[in-house]
Each structure stands twice: as structure tokens, then as C-alpha cells.
């Protein structure tokens, strides 16, 4: 596809001032804008274990890969056990979303492990993931920085936000607080889809 010069000057002039007006240059040419859900979860959390499992898979695949809605994990820990699991998988993953993901997914997982022999499990995980123990102890346990990132996000979720239990959400805003179905999440999505 050729464009004219002047024709590519527009674009880059209505760009420029969608930006100016603080909107998405692609509301412009009538292309919807995602909408945004946050989840604060905790690895302990049976609730938040059973939304990974069940109601998850069917928003990311009708919604997140669709690119309709964009999907915010943060981490709420609820005790010492979650705080841990938390910093575990930050550690192993470093900065790949993916892997971070995927140790969130074992987690979850793996709950009941997770909380009747914490360290093992972690070390397992670690292990299955090319940590050693001595690593994610080093990480973990022996780093207060990954672990005190995440208190004071939760601190800022709890003060701020009002974020008190997990699961808890927010749809583009909109607070849901605890266990949702799948229907529940599309009563409140497909409305702003609309707009």
C-alpha cells in the first residue's frame, strides 16, 4: 500500500492529536480501545485457585486473546506462605511475563502442597524451573528487596485501592469483590465493549 506524503502527514497530524487529547490515536478510525480488568489474587487463596482454573481460561480465550480485554495479575498475599510463592516466581522469572505466569499457574496448582510444605514445594518448583535451592534462598530469604516490593504494593492496594480480601477485582474501575463466575464477568465486560 503507497501513501501519498501529504496523506501520511494527516495520519501523523491526527496521531498528534489524539495524543494531545489523551485518547488512542486508533479511536480515530473507529477501532474499539480494551478494557481492563486487575485481579489482586493470593497463592493461599482457594478462591483465587478455583477463578485460575475455571473462569480464567474461557476470559483469556473469548477476551484477553482476542485483544477486547487486558488482564492485570498483582499479587495480594494474604500470609507469609503467599509472600513467599510470590517472590518465588518473581525470582525465577526475572522479567519473562510468561515464565512468571506459568509459575503462577504451578502454584495455584499446587495449593494445598504450597501450604502443607511450603518450602519443598517452592524448591520444587524452583528446581523444575533451573533454580537451585541455594539460588531461590538467595532470592527469597536472603534479598528483602523482591519481598518488601511486593508488601509495599500491597500496602498501596489496601490503603489506596480499598483492596481488603482476594480474589478481588476491577473492571475498568469497578471493584468486584470475591469469586466470580465467568457470566458475571461477561454481564459486566460486554456493556463496555459497546461504548
Known amino acids: ?14 496521531t498528534g492529536l489524539a495524543a494531545v487529547l489523551g485518547v488512542s490515536p486508533w479511536r480515530l478510525f473507529g477501532e474499539a480501545r480494551a478494557q481492563t480488568i486487575v485481579e489482586y489474587a493470593s497463592m493461599t487463596c482457594p478462591h483465587c485457585a478455583a477463578f485460575t482454573k475455571d473462569v480464567f481460561p ?15 495479575f498483582r499479587e495480594f498475599p494474604l500470609d507469609k506462605i503467599a509472600l513467599a510463592a510470590s517472590a518465588a516466581a518473581r525470582c525465577i522469572a526475572k522479567d519473562d511475563a510468561p515464565k512468571y ?15 502443607n510444605e511450603t518450602l519443598a514445594t517452592i524448591n520444587r518448583v524452583a528446581k523444575q524451573a533451573g533454580f537451585s535451592e541455594a539460588q531461590i534462598k538467595a532470592c527469597v530469604d536472603d534479598d528483602p528487596s523482591t519481598k518488601q516490593k511486593i508488601i509495599d504494593d500491597l500496602k498501596y492496594a489496601n490503603e489506596t485501592l480499598k483492596v ?13 469483590k470475591g469469586e466470580t463466575s465467568f457470566d458475571a464477568f461477561e454481564k459486566v465486560i460486554k456493556p463496555l465493549l459497546k461504548s
Open 58 to 72: 474461557k476470559i483469556k480465550s473469548d477476551y484477553v486473546d482476542t485483544g477486547k480485554v487486558r488482564f492485570i
Open 164 to 176: 481488603n480480601s482476594t480474589p478481588f477485582f476491577f473492571v475498568n474501575g469497578t471493584p468486584i
Open 1 to 14: 500500500m503507497n501513501i501519498s506524503r501529504r496523506a501520511f502527514s494527516a495520519i501523523l497530524s491526527l
Open 101 to 115: 505466569f506459568a509459575l503462577i499457574d504451578i502454584f495455584f496448582k499446587q495449593q494445598t502442597e504450597l501450604v
